[in-house]
């Protein structure tokens, strides 16, 4: 049993099967071809994305940075040669696939344009969306970038390298930020309130 679950993989492959099992005990198989078990999916993933996406924006600010003063020197370099590259792997592209499969989910229920808009009754998704697109973009384009010069992934002086490292540890604090009114937008709108 220690040998499964010590491969990512296996267990992965292991969930994927308890949800299918769970879905046809439940007698969801039958209902593929329905455009609310697509949307349903859809929505499911996209909240897989976000728990992915903002658990590792969590992780970064509430464990990692504030750890790293902690560490010895010669320890450092595990965290930033090894696990936090991974760790930026998946955050970024969980970022890419929460703002994909939440935009697809928007216009399989027919509110994305209205949404976007910040239009009633979407307007508390609306916000929550807007928030995510900034937040997506600031990963793509503003934390990432700084974070291979930071990390030492792309070769820069020692100068740039400490500037990027601020750049990234403040834009992933106002990414934290936005997180908190953003999870509250997504619920609200789903609960019928704001």
């Known amino acids: 049993m220690a040998a499964f679950f ?15 099992a769970i879905i046809f005990i439940m007698g969801a198989g039958g209902k593929f071809g329905e455009h609310a078990w697509w949307t349903f999916v859809m929505r499911w993933l996209h909240v897989l994305s976000g728990i992915m996406w903002i658990g590792l924006l969590w992780y970064f600010n509430f464990v990692q940075t504030p750890s790293m003063p902690k560490i010895p020197d ?28 939440g935009l697809l989910l928007a216009g399989m229920l027919g509110y994305l344009g ?9 307007h508390a998704i609306g916000i929550g969306m807007w928030l995510a697109l900034i937040m997506a973009f600031n990963v793509w384009f503003i934390i990432w970038p ?21 750049v990234a540890g403040m834009t992933s604090r106002i990414n934290t930020m936005l997180s908190i009114p953003m999870l509250y937008c997504m619920v609200a709108q789903q609960n019928a309130g704001l």
Do not use: C, D, Y
């Open 74 to 101: 010669a320890e450092k370099p595990a965290v930033s040669k090894v696990i936090a590259p991974a760790a930026l792997f998946w955050f970024r592209w969980a970022a890419l696939a929460t703002v994909i499969t």
């Open 114 to 122: 209205q949404a976007l808009m910040v239009s009633r009754p979407f």
């Open 146 to 166: 700084n974070q291979k010069k930071a990390l030492g992934i792309v070769t820069v002086s020692a100068e740039e390298k400490a500037a990027a490292a601020r």
């Open 6 to 20: 010590s491969s990512l993989g296996k267990t992965i492959i292991a969930g994927i099967v308890i949800l299918i």
